[in-house]
């Protein structure tokens, strides 16, 4: 196969996901644009929460905060390309546009990862060390590990959209509703053999992460169980974390399947779904599972909203 493109300049992707909704539409923007709306003001709602209120200063509370965070940044890598593409008869994108989308969702991915497993390790020592637990989340330990949550998520994106970038192409033709840093890999007219390397390099440093998050839950669950202050506890605190970690898992176990293992004969419509469901579905379940768990973030929440209807009143 011969090199189609000789410069980054000259390359607009196109994407094929929106081919068969066209007729649609209209009807498709409007149900999108309020869960994306709905997505970022339930995530806006908790994170304003914790800020403004010293009580939740925690570091719980803190790690949520910086979970919402990174949700609003997952949807918004999503949701504005797919609204703008349904106004329009051709879906395409800059290649750099494409190494920027891949760079913002490769970062929610890997940083949803690391903020959930830091959460897990602050469960631990909260229910399985709980006369250690000021002497060990430090404020400072806080902050560091917020800091290396992001930080490590950026790193190992640079070096993934780095090698991508290399990698002369030819074909323009992306069969997703987004760009993703394997779809354009298997663009290339090269070995892309380092490419694949790192890639699993990186997922696999991931299943070390949530297989360090499943052995913390197996001790923080033996320990809570032997007193009804630690199942309550369990149950208020980690029940919430460990139903995202599984909620987060599933949703990108099935872009994985699709994007490793899908087949071009299968419903486009199922394959978009199982393609967006972890940018759509954390974002959305998280914050709505900690309001519901979490009574000091539920009743509060609750009286922000009942003094801001008086104030309009």
Request: contains cysteine; aromatic residues 14%.
């Amino acid at each position: 196969m011969t090199t189609l493109f000789n410069s980054s300049q000259e390359i607009v992707f196109v994407l094929h996901g929106l081919n068969v909704t066209q007729t649609n539409r209209h009807i498709y923007f409007v149900f999108i644009l309020i869960l994306y709306l709905f997505t970022i003001c339930i995530n806006l709602t908790l994170i304003f929460t914790i800020f403004l209120e010293k009580m939740f200063h925690d570091p719980m509370y803190l790690f949520l905060g910086n979970l919402c965070v990174n949700g609003i940044i997952g949807a918004s890598s999503f949701y504005p390309k797919i609204l703008f593409d349904l106004l329009l008869d051709s879906h395409i994108i800059t290649y750099i546009g494409c190494l920027t989308q891949i760079f913002v969702i490769y970062s929610y991915v890997y940083c949803e990862c690391t903020n959930l497993t830091v959460m897990a390790y602050d469960g631990y020592v909260a229910i399985c060390k709980p006369l250690h637990y000021n002497s060990i989340m430090t404020i400072r330990k806080v902050w560091t590990l917020l800091l290396l949550t992001w930080l490590l998520s950026w790193l190992e994106c640079i070096f993934s959209v780095f090698l991508t970038s290399r990698l002369p192409l030819c074909g323009v033709d992306i069969d997703k509703l987004y760009c993703s840093n394997w779809a354009v890999v298997k663009l290339s007219c090269v070995d892309t053999t380092l490419n694949n390397i790192s890639g699993f390099v990186f997922i696999y440093s991931h299943v070390f992460q949530t297989i360090l998050v499943l052995i913390s839950y197996i001790k923080i669950i033996k320990a809570s169980l032997r007193t009804q202050a630690g199942r309550r506890k369990f149950m208020q605190t980690c029940l919430p974390h460990l139903i995202t970690l599984i909620n987060f898992v599933i949703s990108l176990l099935f872009d994985v399947m699709y994007a490793r293992y899908g087949s071009n004969t299968s419903l486009l419509a199922l394959r978009n779904i199982m393609a967006v469901e972890f940018l759509v579905v954390p974002p959305l379940v998280n914050p709505i599972v900690y309001g519901i768990n979490l009574t000091q973030i539920r009743n509060r929440v609750r009286q922000l909203f009942k003094r801001k209807v008086a104030v309009l009143r």
